[in-house]
């Protein structure tokens, strides 16, 4: 079976940080450009990060470039994305999805950030 | 990088046909043939309805269709079941080589 499962969510301080991990299977993950999108509460769909097949391209949204970083491990079928300088705005469910035709067919259950002191 | 722009709520009765916009610019909908469409339900991880502008995935209803014109995607729901009550977004590639999602329309079957 094909799955995404995120995991390192939870309760931070503003200005601290987290990393999240986003564990593939059932699926060639190197293979795969991937993707990170979250969702504030009660709130759209946001474009946070997006990383090629071997790592070697990245991309931003605005609101968190200079403060996030995605990376991934093919070796360990992982995908992160360590955030920092964390803000209030940043609190929401993160989702990890994987990218084919440019679109996104495969996401995560979701784990959720709240930045809160 | 402003989100598309989808109307907030459409309604419609069973059997009906429903139709949703998604307003970008020519440095995103317009610029591009890389229009996604996703439902997603209370709760729940969205899912990919419509792919490259009018392209379904396998398992998804041909009830539902997308096009684009200009700078306007646009998804139609044929025969309104009650399983489509969802929130419903598109995603767009830009020109700044990122993504931008729209800002999400709920559908409600009457």
């Known amino acids: 079976e094909v799955q995404l499962v995120e995991s390192g969510g939870g309760l931070v301080q503003p200005g601290g940080s987290l990393r999240l991990s986003c564990a593939a299977s059932?699926?060639?993950?190197?293979?795969?450009?991937m993707h990170w999108v979250r969702q504030a509460p009660g709130k759209g769909l946001e474009y946070v990060s997006a990383?090629?097949?071997?790592?070697?391209?990245?991309s931003y949204a605005n609101s968190v470039k200079g403060r996030f970083t995605i990376s991934r491990d093919n070796s360990k079928n992982t995908l992160y994305l360590q955030m920092g300088s964390l803000r209030g705005e940043d609190m929401a469910v993160y989702y990890c999805?994987?990218?084919?035709?440019?679109?996104?067919?495969?996401w995560g259950q979701g784990t959720m950030v709240t930045v809160s002191s | 990088q402003s989100a598309l722009t989808q109307p907030a709520s459409v309604s419609g009765s069973p059997g009906q046909s429903i139709t949703i916009s998604c307003t970008g610019t020519s440095s995103d909908v317009g610029g591009y043939n890389y229009v996604s469409w996703y439902q997603q339900h209370p709760g729940k991880a969205p899912k990919l309805m419509i792919y490259d502008v009018s392209n379904r995935p396998s398992g998804v209803s041909n009830r539902l269709s997308g096009s684009k014109s200009g700078n306007t995607a646009s998804l139609t729901i044929s025969g309104l079941q009650a399983e489509d009550e969802a929130d419903y977004y598109c995603?767009?590639?830009?020109?700044?080589?990122?993504?931008?999602f729209g800002t999400g329309t709920k559908v409600t079957v009457l």
């Open positions: 999805a994987r990218s084919r035709n440019d679109a996104l067919d495969v």
């Open positions: 995603r767009s590639y830009t020109n700044s080589s990122t993504y931008v």
């Open positions: 990383i090629s097949t071997n790592g070697g391209s990245t």
């Open positions: 059932g699926f060639s993950f190197s293979t795969y450009a």
